[in-house]
Protein backbone atom coordinates (compact mmCIF):
# COMPACT_ATOMS: atom_id res chain seq x y z
CA UNK A 1 0.00 0.00 0.00
CA UNK A 2 3.27 2.24 -0.32
CA UNK A 3 1.42 3.79 -3.52
CA UNK A 4 -1.03 5.45 -0.99
CA UNK A 5 1.49 7.60 0.98
CA UNK A 6 3.75 8.18 -2.08
CA UNK A 7 3.82 12.37 -3.09
CA UNK A 8 3.86 12.26 -6.61
CA UNK A 9 0.15 11.73 -8.49
CA UNK A 10 -0.32 8.24 -9.45
CA UNK A 11 -0.90 6.99 -12.95
CA UNK A 12 -3.36 5.06 -14.25
CA UNK A 13 -1.60 1.65 -14.25
CA UNK A 14 -0.70 2.33 -10.41
CA UNK A 15 -4.12 3.22 -9.49
CA UNK A 16 -5.46 0.02 -11.32
CA UNK A 17 -2.60 -1.42 -8.84
CA UNK A 18 -3.67 -0.47 -5.79
CA UNK A 19 -7.39 -1.26 -6.37
CA UNK A 20 -5.94 -4.42 -7.23
CA UNK A 21 -4.28 -4.55 -3.88
CA UNK A 22 -7.41 -3.58 -1.86
CA UNK A 23 -9.70 -5.90 -3.51
CA UNK A 24 -7.20 -8.64 -1.92
CA UNK A 25 -6.37 -7.07 1.44
CA UNK A 26 -10.21 -6.95 1.65
CA UNK A 27 -10.77 -10.67 0.65
CA UNK A 28 -8.57 -11.55 3.34
CA UNK A 29 -9.38 -9.67 5.78
CA UNK A 30 -12.94 -8.77 5.88
CA UNK A 31 -16.07 -10.58 6.92
CA UNK A 32 -19.80 -9.96 5.66
CA UNK A 33 -21.06 -8.01 5.89
CA UNK A 34 -18.52 -5.91 4.62
CA UNK A 35 -17.57 -2.91 6.39
CA UNK A 36 -16.29 -1.11 2.85
CA UNK A 37 -19.00 -1.84 0.49
CA UNK A 38 -18.25 1.07 -1.95
CA UNK A 39 -14.71 0.53 -1.68
CA UNK A 40 -15.41 -3.32 -2.88
CA UNK A 41 -17.55 -2.54 -5.40
CA UNK A 42 -15.39 -0.06 -6.83
CA UNK A 43 -12.34 -2.32 -6.51
CA UNK A 44 -14.80 -4.73 -8.81
CA UNK A 45 -15.78 -2.18 -11.33
CA UNK A 46 -12.22 -1.92 -11.92
CA UNK A 47 -10.61 -5.09 -12.40
CA UNK A 48 -13.41 -6.19 -14.45
CA UNK A 49 -15.21 -5.79 -18.34
CA UNK A 50 -18.69 -5.78 -17.31
CA UNK A 51 -20.54 -6.11 -13.33
CA UNK A 52 -23.57 -7.94 -14.04
CA UNK A 53 -23.47 -10.01 -10.37
CA UNK A 54 -22.31 -7.27 -7.85
CA UNK A 55 -25.18 -6.79 -4.91
CA UNK A 56 -23.69 -3.38 -4.20
CA UNK A 57 -23.76 -2.71 -7.85
CA UNK A 58 -27.55 -3.55 -8.27
CA UNK A 59 -28.59 -1.48 -5.21
CA UNK A 60 -26.68 1.26 -7.26
CA UNK A 61 -28.74 0.46 -9.90
CA UNK A 62 -32.19 0.27 -8.21
CA UNK A 63 -31.01 3.67 -6.39
CA UNK A 64 -31.08 4.76 -9.82
CA UNK A 65 -33.77 3.54 -11.17
CA UNK A 66 -35.71 4.83 -8.41
CA UNK A 67 -34.39 8.69 -8.84
CA UNK A 68 -35.16 8.90 -12.54
CA UNK A 69 -38.41 7.36 -11.64
CA UNK A 70 -39.04 10.34 -9.09
CA UNK A 71 -37.20 13.22 -11.00
CA UNK A 72 -38.29 12.30 -14.32
CA UNK A 73 -40.85 15.43 -14.51
CA UNK A 74 -39.14 17.76 -12.37
CA UNK A 75 -37.36 20.06 -14.74
CA UNK A 76 -34.32 20.39 -12.47
CA UNK A 77 -31.59 18.84 -14.35
CA UNK A 78 -28.83 20.15 -11.59
CA UNK A 79 -31.00 17.94 -8.81
CA UNK A 80 -31.22 15.00 -11.30
CA UNK A 81 -27.22 15.61 -11.67
CA UNK A 82 -26.57 15.85 -8.12
CA UNK A 83 -28.74 13.08 -6.88
CA UNK A 84 -27.27 10.21 -9.32
CA UNK A 85 -23.54 11.62 -9.20
CA UNK A 86 -24.65 10.59 -5.03
CA UNK A 87 -25.02 7.14 -5.96
CA UNK A 88 -21.73 6.43 -7.92
CA UNK A 89 -20.49 8.14 -4.60
CA UNK A 90 -16.73 8.96 -5.12
CA UNK A 91 -17.11 10.75 -1.73
CA UNK A 92 -17.86 7.65 -0.04
CA UNK A 93 -15.08 6.06 -1.93
CA UNK A 94 -12.73 8.80 -0.20
CA UNK A 95 -14.02 8.03 3.19
CA UNK A 96 -13.63 4.15 3.00
CA UNK A 97 -9.95 4.69 1.39
CA UNK A 98 -9.43 6.60 4.16
CA UNK A 99 -10.71 4.49 7.48
CA UNK A 100 -8.90 1.43 5.67
CA UNK A 101 -5.54 3.32 5.58
CA UNK A 102 -5.93 4.39 9.27
CA UNK A 103 -6.92 0.87 10.15
CA UNK A 104 -3.74 -0.44 8.61
CA UNK A 105 -0.98 2.45 10.05
CA UNK A 106 -1.10 3.89 6.12
CA UNK A 107 -0.57 7.05 5.54
CA UNK A 108 -3.01 8.49 3.62
CA UNK A 109 -2.01 11.60 2.12
CA UNK A 110 -4.09 10.22 -1.42
CA UNK A 111 -7.18 10.80 0.32
CA UNK A 112 -6.32 13.94 2.46
CA UNK A 113 -4.44 16.01 -0.26
CA UNK A 114 -6.91 17.45 -2.87
CA UNK A 115 -4.48 17.31 -5.40
CA UNK A 116 -3.69 13.99 -5.26
CA UNK A 117 -7.44 12.74 -4.56
CA UNK A 118 -8.77 14.93 -7.88
CA UNK A 119 -5.86 13.05 -9.72
CA UNK A 120 -7.41 9.44 -8.20
CA UNK A 121 -10.67 9.93 -8.99
CA UNK A 122 -9.39 11.22 -12.80
CA UNK A 123 -7.97 8.20 -13.31
CA UNK A 124 -10.09 5.73 -11.68
CA UNK A 125 -12.92 7.13 -13.84
CA UNK A 126 -10.26 6.36 -17.25
CA UNK A 127 -9.91 3.04 -15.92
CA UNK A 128 -13.93 2.26 -15.27
CA UNK A 129 -14.65 4.45 -18.27
CA UNK A 130 -17.29 2.45 -20.73
CA UNK A 131 -16.99 -0.40 -18.44
CA UNK A 132 -21.11 -1.55 -17.82
CA UNK A 133 -22.63 -1.86 -14.25
CA UNK A 134 -25.19 -3.89 -15.96
CA UNK A 135 -28.25 -6.75 -15.38
CA UNK A 136 -26.42 -10.07 -16.64
CA UNK A 137 -28.08 -13.59 -16.27
CA UNK A 138 -30.80 -13.99 -13.74
CA UNK A 139 -30.14 -17.43 -12.96
CA UNK A 140 -26.49 -16.34 -12.16
CA UNK A 141 -27.36 -13.27 -9.97
CA UNK A 142 -26.93 -14.15 -5.84
CA UNK A 143 -29.82 -14.10 -4.28
CA UNK A 144 -29.92 -10.64 -3.05
CA UNK A 145 -29.19 -9.21 -6.18
CA UNK A 146 -31.97 -10.86 -7.67
CA UNK A 147 -34.55 -9.35 -4.79
CA UNK A 148 -32.87 -5.79 -6.08
CA UNK A 149 -33.44 -6.30 -9.94
CA UNK A 150 -37.49 -7.45 -9.44
CA UNK A 151 -37.75 -4.59 -7.32
CA UNK A 152 -36.25 -2.67 -9.88
CA UNK A 153 -38.77 -3.91 -12.80
CA UNK A 154 -41.71 -3.11 -10.15
CA UNK A 155 -41.24 0.57 -10.48
CA UNK A 156 -40.60 0.97 -14.20
CA UNK A 157 -39.86 4.48 -15.87
CA UNK A 158 -42.84 3.79 -17.88
CA UNK A 159 -44.74 0.48 -19.20
CA UNK A 160 -41.78 -2.47 -19.57
CA UNK A 161 -38.98 -0.28 -19.13
CA UNK A 162 -36.68 0.44 -16.29
CA UNK A 163 -32.73 0.70 -15.46
CA UNK A 164 -30.92 -2.06 -16.75
CA UNK A 165 -26.94 -0.71 -16.66
CA UNK A 166 -25.19 2.04 -16.27
CA UNK A 167 -21.58 3.34 -17.39
CA UNK A 168 -19.21 6.18 -16.76
CA UNK A 169 -19.13 7.77 -20.13
CA UNK A 170 -16.91 10.88 -21.50
CA UNK A 171 -18.55 13.15 -24.36
CA UNK A 172 -18.05 16.58 -26.37
CA UNK A 173 -19.76 19.14 -24.76
CA UNK A 174 -20.92 22.34 -26.41
CA UNK A 175 -18.36 24.47 -25.20
CA UNK A 176 -15.71 22.31 -27.00
CA UNK A 177 -14.92 20.49 -23.06
CA UNK A 178 -15.23 16.72 -22.37
CA UNK A 179 -17.99 16.08 -19.93
CA UNK A 180 -18.41 13.04 -17.99
CA UNK A 181 -21.77 11.36 -17.60
CA UNK A 182 -23.52 8.44 -16.35
CA UNK A 183 -24.98 7.11 -19.10
CA UNK A 184 -27.94 5.23 -18.38
CA UNK A 185 -29.08 1.95 -20.11
CA UNK A 186 -32.86 1.04 -19.72
CA UNK A 187 -35.18 -2.13 -21.05
CA UNK A 188 -36.12 -0.40 -23.90
CA UNK A 189 -32.38 0.41 -25.11
CA UNK A 190 -33.18 4.02 -24.36
CA UNK A 191 -30.09 5.66 -23.54
CA UNK A 192 -29.94 8.57 -20.51
CA UNK A 193 -26.79 11.08 -20.37
CA UNK A 194 -26.37 12.67 -16.81
CA UNK A 195 -23.19 14.70 -16.68
CA UNK A 196 -22.26 13.77 -13.06
CA UNK A 197 -21.15 16.80 -10.39
CA UNK A 198 -17.76 17.89 -9.78
CA UNK A 199 -18.33 17.84 -5.83
CA UNK A 200 -19.81 14.38 -5.80
CA UNK A 201 -17.07 13.17 -7.68
CA UNK A 202 -14.12 15.39 -5.95
CA UNK A 203 -15.72 16.99 -2.93
CA UNK A 204 -14.65 16.11 0.83
CA UNK A 205 -15.04 12.30 1.85
CA UNK A 206 -18.37 11.32 3.67
Not at 43 to 63: P, S, T
Amino acid sequence: MTLAARPEPLSESEVSHLMTLCRKYLDHTEEQPTAYPTLEFFCDWALHIAIDRNVEGFAILKRINDIVVELAAVPDNDQMMQRATEVVSFRKLRGELGRLFQGIGVANSLVEDQGRWVNFAKQLIEIIRDCPLKVGQVDRMPQRARELYEAIKSNPLKPRCWVIGVAVREVDAPDGKNLICLNILTMDLTEILIPMAAREVFGPAI
